[in-house]
């Protein structure tokens, strides 16, 4: 099936929402935010008893800067809103009859956790996904091979039906079959594909190794997400010379798709100011700082019906530049995209590792102490990509005859985070105590 046909606004822009003026950009906002305020308070139960317990009316929200009245929203209160009313949780804010499809998380930090939407907001989801393409180059005349997963992961069916949208030709690859995807490459010619860095990355090292040479390839965009990559100086340039492509940063999240891409002009995901309020605060104060400054992003949908969220803190490190781009665009940009993780998160192999997620294991594992250390080293990265390829963990044993403790808890760790950790255990009271904030992550 395929979505309403839409004419673009130009050559080079989407929609003309693109090139409002940041008055009305705000104005806009002000408008849409105390009607989606309204909606989630009548229509999810989270959102609803926390305004009862703060007292709070929709109409105390006059303005954009009113909404820090409201507390942050936190991966923590999804997953309680989870347990509370399963399966779908609290946070849900349509019926069943009205929800279209579910996405998963990867499960790092509890159990995968879901996040629904709704036939209106999986077109807009599509529209969205179709005005970063566009901006990026994609034409209805070209090839779009996507090499996101499509099992539980949101990438794959989001950028397919946003290329569908486009009357683009799509591929759906997946990830998986690296001898496969370089067959197609090269007999069904893509002008795009998409998939996350490290893929790319995989797929340009696996075809060198078979003689082929992508930068003679068809390819000249290279579209990636779901993991840092795009925006980092080093990588984005050796994806680059290994394919002979412009490569684009596709920033999102299972929570609020899309958040913001990069367009033509690479200078960092633009955001989508007409379907999320953004603030970026000070992660250790909560207060705002001003562009220029690195801050933790945090969403506001302004157009989410199946589960909307409001002041999502994304944990993201983030700079942000409102000027107008040089493009003429007015929505503002996130310079050098997803600078960090405010709570030190690690990618090992294309999963979310959480420190916090590594301390339920180690806790809840016999034989251990409290204290525990997480150890990244240049070493651990692999020396063509840059992504970490390992991780130490530092343990202590409780018992110094345990002999097996790095056996059982490794193998603990691989069942419960899907991550194989180098390990080292140590007799009790080697690792450095603290009575304040301990630092489990060590760069050495």
């Known amino acids: 099936m395929r979505t309403a046909a839409k004419k673009p606004y130009s050559d080079a822009v989407w929609d003309e929402v693109e090139l409002w003026s940041r008055d009305r950009i705000e104005a806009f906002q002000t408008d849409a935010l105390p009607k989606q305020l309204d909606y989630v308070a009548n229509n999810s139960a989270h959102y609803k008893k926390l305004f009862a317990d703060l007292g709070v009316e ?22 309680s809103g989870l347990a509370e009313d399963p399966p779908f949780g609290t946070f849900r804010a349509v019926s069943m009859t009205d929800a279209a499809r579910v996405h998963y998380s990867s499960g790092t930090t509890s159990k995968p956790a879901p996040v629904l939407w709704s036939h209106d907001d999986l077109d807009r989801w599509a529209d969205l996904y179709a005005r970063f393409l566009y901006a990026q180059g994609v034409r209805a005349d070209d090839v779009f091979h996507c090499m996101f997963g499509y099992s539980w ?50 797929i340009a090292e696996a075809a ?24 980092i100086p080093g990588t984005r340039e050796r994806i680059e010379a290994q394919w002979g492509a412009k490569m684009f940063d596709c920033y999102g999240a299972l929570e609020c798709q899309p958040i913001g ?126 992504f970490l390829k390992r991780v130490l963990l530092r343990v202590e044993r409780a018992d110094t005859n345990d002999e097996n403790l790095a056996e059982s808890l490794g193998s603990a760790l691989r069942n419960k985070l899907n991550v194989r950790f180098d390990m080292e255990v140590l007799d009790p009271g080697t690792l450095p105590r603290t009575v304040h904030k301990a630092k489990r992550l060590l760069r050495e």
């Open 153 to 202: 992961f949101v990438g794959g069916l989001g950028a397919t039906l946003a290329a569908q949208y486009l009357g683009a030709l799509v591929i759906p690859g997946g990830s998986v079959d690296t001898e496969r995807q370089i067959d197609t490459i090269l007999e069904y010619r893509p002008r795009c594909v998409i998939g996350t860095p490290s893929f790319m990355a995989h």
């Open 58 to 79: 929709v109409g105390d929200i006059r303005s954009l800067d009113d909404i820090r009245k409201l507390p942050l929203t936190k991966k923590q209160d999804y997953v």
């Open 261 to 386: 891409w990069d367009t033509a002009l690479q200078l960092g995901p633009t955001l989508a100011e007409d379907f999320i309020y953004v603030e970026i605060l000070d992660p250790d104060t909560d207060e705002p700082v001003p562009d220029g400054t690195p801050g933790v992003l945090v969403l506001t949908h302004l157009d989410k019906q199946a589960c909307p969220l409001v002041r999502w803190w994304t944990g993201d490190v983030v700079v942000r530049d409102s000027s107008v781009g040089p493009d003429g665009r007015t929505h503002a940009r996130l310079v050098g995209g997803v600078q960090g993780r405010a709570d030190d998160m690690l990618i090992v192999r294309g999963v979310n590792l959480f420190p916090s997620a590594v301390e339920d294991v180690v806790r809840a594992h016999p034989g251990t102490t409290n204290e525990y250390a997480l150890v990244v080293t240049d070493e651990m990265k692999d020396p063509e990509t840059g």
């Open 208 to 231: 060198y190794a078979r003689g082929v040479d992508l930068r003679a390839s068809s390819v000249d965009m290279v579209c990636v997400g779901g993991e840092p990559g795009a925006s």
